[in-house]
Structures are given as C-alpha cells and as structure tokens.
C-alpha cells in the first residue's frame, strides 16, 4: 500500500480500536494465481508480536485449503469524499482538488485452517457474544439445541493468521476544528 509518512498510523491502540469497530475484513488470497478476496468478520486476539486473526469460513469455502498461503487482511474504517474548499479555492486561485480521506489497515500473515469444533464453538460464542452484547434481548450460541448447533459446527473450518506485519494508513487530508 502506498503511504506517505503524514499518513501513517503506527499506533497499535488506535489500529486495534479501527479492527475492534470494523471487524468485516477482506481476506486477500491467491487463488492459482488469481486474487480472490473473502469478506469475514475476524477478531483479533493477544499473540505474536503483533496479534493473531481468528475468523470461520463455509467448509465449502476453498479459502481453508489455501493454508501456509501469504495472505492480506483489509479492514476499513470511516471514510468521505472531500470536496474543494470554495475559500481555499478562492485563495490559492483555483489550485485545489477533491480527495478521500479514509482510515484502513492492512494485516499480513500466513493463513492456517482449524478443524476443530470445540475450538470453532468457542470462536462463534465469543464473536456471538460481542456482536449480541448491543442487543435489547441478546441470543446466544446456547439458546439453539445443541444438536443443531453441533451440526453447524461440522460446516464451518476456522481461519487462524498470525499477523507478521501492520501498515495503518489514516488519509485526513481535510480537518474540521
């Protein structure tokens, strides 16, 4: 990613808190050769030097089997379209231009497959949890029968990506103050 140094964010906290806030992320992989992006919600947890991505995918999803594979994850926080400022445009005779200012970061590690249901049950708790937290009446993993549940579990592979490297790059060519 191309990221001039004004618009570098190198601060774990504050990229944790975008990935924590927007947790959809694009899974980029190479699919014989072809990049292939996957849209899924990921959390990010303590390990390594820089984090540990857990997500799960469809076992019908190919994405698993591209295991030990280099992979990007994007994850995308607020952005908007900067019009020109008419005083600004005024003032430096026309020279200004639109832009888009926009918060992202770009995790890269190697992606691995778990086959594992006790440890897939409790990702999908976990993530359940947080996501029914903001709920009026909050459903849990618990209130589907376990029957049911356990079969779910069979269909779903989980994505573990020990992140290896961090860029941030929050582009705020226009500041309100």
């Not at 980029?28 to 947890?45: C, I, K, M, Q, Y």
């Not at 600004?88 to 888009?100: D, L, Q």
């Not at 029914?132 to 990506?161: C, F, H, N």
Request: proline share 7%.
């Amino acid at each position: 990613m191309y990221c001039p140094a004004r618009n570098a964010q190198t601060d774990p906290r504050t990229l944790h808190a975008l990935i924590a806030a927007h947790p959809l992320g694009v899974l980029v992989t190479s699919n014989d050769g072809v990049p292939d992006a996957d849209h899924l919600p990921f959390e990010l947890v303590a390990g390594g030097e820089h984090g540990v991505l857990h997500a799960h995918v469809a076992r019908r999803n190919p994405v698993w089997r591209r295991a030990a594979q280099s992979v990007l994850v994007v994850f995308r926080g607020p952005s908007a379209y900067i019009t020109p400022d008419r005083v600004e445009k005024a003032a430096n005779g026309g020279r200004v231009v639109p832009t888009w200012d926009y918060d992202v970061v770009h995790l890269h590690g190697t992606l691995r497959a778990i086959d594992d249901a006790a440890w897939l049950r409790q990702l999908v708790t976990r993530q359940t949890g947080r996501h029914e937290a903001m709920q009026p009446d909050p459903w849990s993993v618990d209130d589907a029968p376990r029957d049911y549940t356990e079969g779910l579990l069979k269909a779903i592979v989980g994505i573990e990506i020990v992140v290896e490297r961090v860029e941030g790059k929050f582009k705020r060519e226009f500041v309100t103050g």
